[in-house]
């Protein structure tokens, strides 16, 4: 009777068993077999915060600080967590309104609901201050830490250039960027990207589910820190550029100034120019479609971009080939008849450098003529594709018709144009053109066109008497300061020195002679070399100078480019650049009326439709 | 004769105590308050807990063991008077009214319910001249069993209140007819399917009636009046229930179990649409991001961040799985059923019926509580807040249960001498 029943107690055993079981196969499929739960998990418990590094600093030769950065607050969302949030009280504390938290909202949510991506971004540090205390109240928002640039002079924006959010492409093309970060967009900030940017961060806090952080995950095992951004010594010399810049006030045009023996870029301006200042920040957008619809264009860089006729600047490169090739001699002389080509009043020269000094068109037309038609062939329709070809491997030895490999981006550069045969060909047909085709460029009209940056690279190759070094705009790079080797190579044109002592020799007249076409350039005590041009074209001529100094061991090329100003080189380009040089090699410009004359004065020939950027501080 | 206490059962008792108290640690651990003894936090109030537990457990083999049984029915009658004091002084503690307040402590006497009847019942069952086959017999073993259970489930308690099915298993041991079980299991499975297919419901009808035809004119050989009209009863008694289900679903059972059964169904969805949705998420996140070994002690990121609610009490279960990943929680599953395995087995060493009964009880109680608390927590089951023996925190059933055990125990001890 006692034990009635006991096989029962199996069924019992069998029962605790099999709940067991199940929940021991359970386990298994939720712990061992299923990693989604473990990623949910880490999604919601952890929070990685990128760390963003300091963007490297920009300095000028001398040591100068151009750019710093400046911290801002982006807001973050993880719109799956804001769950119960008070909308109205959040809007209230933060100062928008619905409608915007709402566009937010969904801005985020698009991105997506279960990672984190800006809510209000570039927060300033005041702006910050005013909520930080209240955040903790609203789940699903924390804050990032972000730089942004900032410049004390309002200088060398083109060059530097200017950072922007990626976009999807930037993404796609390099894992190092997410959503929201920011890129060198333009000058050396893109060209030297990867040396700026430096290395992220990544700190996993782990947060509780009030999304309050509630320490560190693993005591930072998984953390990494960021390497700040490498500096950039840059070659510009602040003053300089700030004094040339200030010369193009009211101009359209721009001014190269390079150090002959090194290549090293002392100043580039563009005008007209913005302020650095107005493109960072969350006015940015606003000023940048400002100043993409401006229809002079301040966001160009006109001394890479813009190709131009370099009109009579180009003849000193014309003669040095002359006299290399042999067809003339350095006192070949030529009649100044102006039947062929027109020319200002002067006496005919009677040697290279008297042509160089008046900047003789029918002298330049007989050279080029005999550069073309050295009478290899008989015909001309041979002989002058012979002599083209020849004529324009030495223009390319010059650093003319093609990209000048400067250290900005290489999308911002213009190659110019030095005509091939095959050009012609297409144009007139095979053998039916000749030098009576093709005469104007002898006097840098014509299909020649060349960029600004290749004008002071041409004043830099007479500097030098022969060779040229790759302008370029950074010294050192980098925490460990890396040179910049690649940029310090000869380029050598492979015409011989003396000729370049020639037309040293006449630029030099040019500016001390009587006769000379750019007086307004001479400074007492400075030995400027210089050589005018008036490029004419569509609308007023452009006012174009080149020039070097002093004669011997030059420690400065510079060349002006003028657009549209009435009255040629001599006129404009040559005192302005007069000035550059005795800012540069003497400190300070002693010629203060002539300063104020040339900063006041706007000899450009208005656009059609100019609209004036007003600039708006951020 | 009296003979030493069960060593295999006092062990596991004490292991998983041990390992309760160090995820209880582990749930409410706080940089600022790292003192294991503390009684403003959770692990130092527990700690104060196990040793009363244990004075209590050494009391309790020291006295003894006949007074429980020649004592059962009034400690039976006390425990309904407290309960139903509660049902008039009781505090309101998350929705159920089932707390006496004493000073700062509080005191639940529906814990101390669960052994009271245990004993109750034992005692009746063992009664020399009891015929279990006549009606006024099993309606007074019912009523031993449902008068707590009603009470306590007016104290809005259901979860505890449900743990009064476990005493199913010892009437099934001393010879009930496992029909009952049986009809428990369809019943619970027509009401589960039923919900899941929803308007369809007229499928499982279609089933059902396929099955009993397929019975009566299929498998069976000898067909007799009776089995017809059993069959046609059956099948009857089974589509009642079924149109019946909604009825029941929406007019008996509160919003939140309606709420915490969809949520099991993946009727609704568990990550936002509710709390309890929310509850069952976030724990099934926690013990499935355990992995094989677990995230370790004091490292969990779920339960230490405080997303899963209730993690000291009802889902302590998510700490283990989280910090001592699927070995951790296996071993401890396997305690269990270890525990429970040697519990059956002492009860069936037993001399005397009442002790028997007793032990089974015990074992019931424990696995009944076993089974929802892990079930809730693996999401098998709708979310009924009740305790893991020894484990969960609180007082109140920490003591119950080792009340509980160690009468057991003590009998066992003397188990050679009975009445």
Not at chain 1, 350 to 373: D, L, T
Request: hydrophobic share 45%.
């Amino acid at each position: 009777m006692r034990n009635q029943y006991q096989e029962r107690s199996t069924v019992i055993r069998i029962i605790f068993l099999t709940v067991g079981i199940i929940f021991i196969v359970r386990l298994a499929f939720m712990q061992v077999f299923d990693s989604e739960y473990r990623r949910q998990a880490d999604r919601q418990a952890l929070r990685p915060i990128t760390q963003f590094p300091a963007r490297g600093l920009i300095y000028d030769r001398n040591g100068e600080l151009l750019v710093y950065n400046e911290a801002v607050y982006d807001l973050m969302v993880i719109p799956r967590m804001t769950k119960g949030l008070d909308t109205n009280m959040f809007c209230r504390v933060m100062g928008i309104t619905r409608d915007e938290f709402d566009a937010r909202m969904r801005k985020a949510c698009k991105y997506s609901t279960y990672s984190a991506s800006p809510f209000m971004k570039q927060v300033s540090k005041e702006e910050y201050g005013s909520w930080e205390n209240s955040l903790y109240k609203f789940r699903g928002f924390y804050v990032q830490q972000r730089t942004l640039r900032v410049y004390d002079k309002p200088i060398a924006a083109h060059v530097l250039g200017y950072v922007g959010e990626v976009d999807q492409s930037e993404i796609d093309a390099d894992k190092f960027y997410k959503q929201g970060d920011y890129i060198g967009k333009s000058g050396l900030e893109k060209s030297y990207e990867e040396v700026l940017r430096g290395i992220k961060g990544k700190r996993i806090m782990q947060v509780d589910v009030h999304n309050r952080e509630i320490g560190s995950y693993m005591n930072g095992a998984y953390d990494t820190m960021a390497v700040e951004g490498g500096n950039l010594y840059t070659t510009l010399d602040a003053s300089l550029q700030e004094y040339a810049e200030g010369l193009m006030a009211n101009k359209r045009g721009c001014i190269v100034a390079i150090e002959p023996s090194t290549g090293e870029v002392l100043a580039m301006v563009s005008a007209p120019g913005y302020d650095p200042n107005l493109l960072v920040g969350r006015v940015r957008g606003e000023n940048y479609q400002m100043l993409l619809q401006d229809i002079s264009r301040p966001l160009l860089n006109r001394a890479l971009i813009e190709h131009y006729p370099p009109g009579s600047i180009f003849k000193v490169a014309q003669a040095v080939t002359a006299l290399q090739l042999g067809v003339i001699t350095p006192n070949s002389g030529f009649v100044c008849d102006k039947s062929l080509v027109g020319c200002h009043n002067h006496p005919s020269a009677r040697s290279v450098q008297e042509a160089i000094k008046m900047s003789c068109n029918p002298y330049f037309y007989q050279v080029y003529r005999r550069v073309i038609q050295q009478g290899k062939y008989k015909s001309i329709y041979k002989d002058s594709p012979y002599g083209l070809t020849v004529w324009r491997d030495y223009m390319l030895r010059f650093g003319f018709g093609q990209k000048m490999g400067i250290d900005l981006p290489a999308s911002g550069i213009t190659p110019g144009f030095i005509p091939d045969t095959a050009f012609y060909n297409k144009r007139y047909g095979r053998e039916r053109w000749a030098f009576s085709t093709i005469y104007s460029n002898s006097i840098g009209q014509g299909e020649v066109t060349v960029v600004p940056i290749q004008m002071a690279n041409l004043a830099c190759i007479v500097a030098n008497r022969g060779y040229y070094i790759t302008p370029h705009l950074v010294r050192y790079y980098g925490p460990d300061s890396v040179r910049n080797e690649e940029f310090y190579t000869k380029h050598e044109t492979g015409i011989n020195k003396a000729y370049f002592d020639i037309a040293a020799n006449g630029m030099y007249d040019v500016v001390h002679v009587a006769g000379g076409t750019a007086r307004r350039a001479n400074i007492p005590d400075i030995d400027i070399c210089g050589k005018t041009g008036t490029a004419q074209n569509i609308g007023e001529d452009h006012s174009v100078f080149i020039c070097f100094a002093p004669k011997e061991k030059p420690k400065i090329a510079v060349a002006v480019y003028v657009e549209n100003a009435r009255g040629g080189g001599g006129y404009w380009a040559a005192p302005i650049a007069s000035l550059v040089i005795e800012k540069y090699i003497r400190g300070e410009v002693t010629r203060k009326d002539v300063e104020k004359m040339y900063r006041e004065a706007a000899p450009c020939q208005k656009l059609p439709l100019t609209r004036v950027a007003k600039k708006k501080k951020k | 004769m009296e003979t030493k206490i069960d060593w295999v059962t006092l062990l596991l008792y004490a292991a998983i105590l041990v390992f309760g108290w160090m995820n209880i640690y582990a749930a409410c651990y706080d940089e600022a308050h790292t003192a294991i003894l503390d009684l403003h936090t959770m692990h130092g109030k527990q700690l104060l807990w196990i040793g009363i537990s244990v004075v209590i457990a050494l009391i309790i083999t020291h006295i003894d063991p006949h007074i429980f049984s020649s004592m059962s029915y009034l400690i039976y009658l006390v425990v309904i008077g407290l309960l139903v004091v509660v049902l008039f002084v009781g505090t309101v503690t998350k929705g159920g009214l089932s707390w006496i307040d004493f000073g700062s402590f509080k005191f639940q006497p529906s814990e101390f319910a669960k052994f009271a009847t245990a004993l109750a019942l034992g005692k009746y069952m063992s009664s020399l001249d009891l015929d279990y086959r006549q009606l006024r017999t099993k309606l007074i073993a019912w009523g031993l069993i449902l008068l707590p259970a009603g009470i306590i489930i007016l104290q809005h308690d259901t979860g505890s209140a449900l743990v009064f099915a476990s005493f199913l298993l010892p009437l099934y041991r001393e010879g009930m007819s496992p029909r009952i079980l049986i009809v428990g299991l369809v019943a619970v499975v027509l009401f589960v399917v039923t919900l899941l297919l929803g308007k369809y419901k007229l499928i499982l009808v279609g089933v059902l009636a396929a099955i009993a035809l397929l019975y009566l004119f299929g498998w069976l050989n000898k067909r007799t009046r009776k089995h017809y009209i059993w069959v046609t009863a059956v099948f009857a008694a089974c589509t009642l229930f079924i149109f019946s289900v909604d009825f029941a679903f929406e007019k008996v059972l509160q919003p939140h179990q309606r709420d915490r059964i969809y949520v099991l169904l993946g009727k609704t969805d568990e990550k936002t649409n509710s709390t309890t949705g929310y509850n069952v998420y976030q724990s099934k996140i926690a013990i499935g991001s355990g992995g094989v070994f677990g995230k370790g002690f004091l490292k969990g990121t779920i339960t230490k961040a405080d997303f899963v609610p209730e993690q000291e009490t009802d889902f302590i279960f998510c700490t283990v799985g989280e910090e001592w990943g699927f070995v951790g929680s296996t071993l401890l599953i396997l305690a269990y059923i270890g525990l429970l395995f040697r519990l059956v087995t002492l009860a069936e060493r037993q001399y005397s019926k009442f002790s028997r009964i007793y032990g089974y009880s015990v074992a019931s109680i424990l696995f009944l509580h076993l089974f929802i608390n892990i079930g809730m927590a693996l999401g098998l089951l709708p979310v009924i807040g009740i305790p893991l023996p020894f484990f969960s925190y609180g007082g109140s059933s920490l003591m119950a249960f080792t009340i509980l055990l160690f009468i057991f125990l003590r009998q066992d001890q003397e188990r050679t001498n009975p009445i």
